[in-house]
Nanobody
Framework: QVHLVESGGGLVQAGGSLRLSCVAS????????MNWFRQAPGKEREFVAA???????SYSDSVKGRFTVSRDNAKNTVYLQMNSLKPEDTALYSC????????????WGQGTQVTVSS
């Protein structure tokens, strides 16, 4: 069982930055692909970014060039550095973990709220 806890959300003005963290406990962190999702009120949850051990990353088109995902396997932590924030980035950001070969996201955190004011 893997337990995920996000932190780092808050209120920021448009153009500002935030860094989110997701700390995992239980399991072998390096074995998991760590993913960030977000869900705005009234909208479906959407993929934001993913990080796999070995430096493999991926991003949604909406955040590419502004957000950077990274991980520290020694600290069991994945980060999401968010720069040039826009009001449309306002959402509940959650991290999710899954292993290679597994077709679903096995574990989810509770999320951290990011609000970007215009």
């Amino acid at each position: 069982q893997v337990h995920l806890v996000e932190s780092g959300g808050g209120l920021v003005q448009a153009g500002g930055s935030l860094r989110l963290s997701c700390v995992a406990s239980g399991g072998t962190f390096s074995s998991y692909g760590m993913n960030w999702f977000r869900q705005a009120p009234g909208k479906e949850r959407e993929f934001v970014a993913a990080s796999w051990s070995g430096g493999i990353t991926s991003y949604s088109d909406s955040v590419k060039g502004r957000f950077t995902v990274s991980r520290d396997n020694a600290k069991n932590t994945v980060y999401l550095q968010m720069n040039s924030l826009k009001p449309e980035d306002t959402a509940l950001y959650s991290c999710a973990a899954k292993r290679k070969g597994v077709d679903w996201y096995e574990y989810w955190g509770q999320g951290t709220q990011v609000t970007v004011s215009s």
